[in-house]
């Protein structure tokens, strides 16, 4: 069973959110879909939908906190009012353009530990690292686990390579089985592959030994094609 997610960075609105939520959540039902999907829709849209039991909504992001002066953040009592306890850490754009430190990022992957979120952790190696060839990029990749409880029973990891982020470049099925099999030798946890992942390679990147899923940006922005990338993994 295929873990398939799609984070939304900042696009949809809260109106189009709703009703790409709506129309997936119809199409996993009318199809008895039991693949375990997440949606990570921008913090302006998060919202209370009636939806099936196997679709979780995420926040992508919020401070380590649950009040206070944080200006341009939210924290958890902005999330349980509408009961989400999914959230995407350490994702590049965050390390990469938003600068979060390793630190900051091991203080809120804590924080939310504690509290029992389900933790998609992001890793992944830019592009001069993936150069330098695969020992270094595991070396790259091991150092963003500095901090993160590894064993924690809610955590999926989600490897994405800066370089094939947003690129349209996908890393190679070497590439990906090469890196998956190495983090999975060292932390037995859901690894999911993410980077411009499509609909037509979803269902081949799913099934490289290692992969368990995929978190999919600009491909499955749209809801039929996030319904046809749910289509295309449901039996793997
Ligand atoms: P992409 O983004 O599918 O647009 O490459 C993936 C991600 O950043 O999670």
């Known amino acids: 069973m295929a873990i398939i997610a799609s984070n939304f960075k900042t696009n949809h609105t809260r109106k189009s959110t ?44 919020a401070y380590a906190t649950q009040k206070g002066s944080f200006t341009g953040e939210i924290g958890t009592s902005q999330l349980d009012e509408f ?7 350490g994702h590049s754009e965050r390390r990469h353009v938003l600068n ?4 900051e990022i091991a203080k809120k992957y804590s924080f939310y530990k504690e509290l029992g979120y389900t933790i998609v952790y992001c890793i992944g190696e830019p592009l001069e ?20 409880d590894t064993n924690y029973e809610n955590l999926i990891l989600a490897y994405e390579p800066v370089w094939a982020i947003g690129t349209g470049v996908t890393a190679t099925n070497d590439d990906i089985k090469n890196v998956h099999s190495a983090i999975k030798e060292k932390i037995d946890k859901p690894l999911l592959y993410g980077g411009s992942v499509k609909v037509n390679n979803v269902n081949e990147i799913c099934s490289i030994e290692g992969v368990d899923g995929a978190l999919i940006g600009t491909a499955s922005w749209i809801a039929d094609d996030f319904k046809q990338i749910i289509e295309n993994t449901k039996d793997l």
């Not at 997936?24 to 209370?48: G, K, M, R």
């Not at 690292?129 to 993160?148: D, N, P, R």
């Open 129 to 148: 690292v993936k150069q330098s060839g695969l020992e270094k990029t595991l070396e790259y990749i091991y150092e963003q686990f500095e901090g993160i």
């Open 100 to 103: 979060e430190s390793q630190s």
């Open 18 to 61: 709703a009703s790409f939520i709506n129309e997936v959540a119809t199409f996993v039902e009318e199809n008895n879909i039991d693949n375990e999907i997440f949606i990570f829709p921008p913090s302006t849209a998060l919202d209370s939908f009636e939806i099936s039991s196997n679709i979780k909504i995420g926040a992508q992001n």
């Open 83 to 89: 009961g989400i306890k999914t959230i995407l850490i």
